[in-house]
């Protein structure tokens, strides 16, 4: 059974950090590109960023590139999401995706339940 | 990186059918046959219902069915059942990133 499980959200300060983690299961983590998404309070989804198989490409929204830094640990099975000076508008559930793909991300067929993201003084 | 545009919300009685749109632009929707369909509960992790415009993952009900028009794609989802409530999201891959749209909550009166 696939899973994903998301970890490391809370409460930040304005200009603050938080690292994301997304523990994977049941499936050949280095086999696919993964990627984060986030829903802010009473809004769409909104993709952040993705990460290929092998780690070696990575792709941000503008809105996160420059602050926020994605990575992987295939020895852990563990997605992970490095943020930094996080703003108000960081405030979302952040969920991490499988994508269908080595890759391109194009297909998420399995999701996480997300991690809430607060940033607030 | 503008996201999709959807309905915010539709609604039909159970056993009809009702269609949601997704527009985009030539650079995402119109440019690639890779339009995804997600539903999710609130709460729950999103569930992926139709990817590459028309193809359904195992385990979901073809009730379910996926097109695209030019810059348009649509979800079509047949015979309403109450869980189908949900808000459902379509998704674009644009190049070197993915766009989504805003959401549509379906609601089966």
């Known amino acids: 059974e696939v899973q994903l499980v998301e970890s490391g959200g809370g409460l930040a300060q304005p200009g603050g950090s938080l690292r994301l983690s997304c523990v994977v299961s049941g499936f050949t983590f280095r086999s696919y590109a993964m990627c984060w998404v986030r829903q802010a309070p009473g809004k769409g989804l909104e993709w952040v960023s993705g990460i290929s198989g092998s780690g070696s490409g990575t792709n941000y929204a503008d809105s996160v590139k420059g602050r926020f830094t994605i990575s992987r640990d295939s020895f852990k099975n563990t997605l992970s999401l490095q943020m930094n000076s996080l703003r108000a508008e960081d405030t979302a559930v952040y969920y991490c995706?499988?994508?269908?793909?080595?890759?391109?991300?194009?297909?998420?067929?399995?999701w996480g339940q997300g991690t809430l993201v607060t940033v607030s003084s | 990186q503008s996201a999709l545009t959807q309905p915010p919300s539709a609604s039909g009685s159970p056993g009809q059918s009702v269609t949601i749109s997704c527009t985009g632009t030539?650079?995402?929707?119109?440019?690639?046959?890779?339009v995804s369909w997600y539903q999710h509960h609130p709460g729950k992790a999103p569930k992926l219902m139709i990817y590459?415009?028309?193809k359904r993952p195992s385990g979901v009900p073809d009730r379910f069915s996926g097109s695209k028009s030019g810059n348009t794609a649509s979800l079509t989802v047949s015979g309403l059942q109450a869980e189908d409530e949900a808000d459902y999201y379509c998704?674009?891959?644009?190049?070197?990133?993915?766009?989504f749209g805003g959401g549509t909550k379906l609601t089966v009166l």
């Open positions: 590459e415009v028309t």
């Open positions: 030539s650079s995402d929707v119109g440019g690639y046959n890779y």
């Open positions: 995706a499988k994508s269908t793909a080595f890759t391109v991300m194009t297909t998420f067929d399995y």
């Open positions: 998704s674009s891959y644009a190049g070197s990133n993915v766009v």
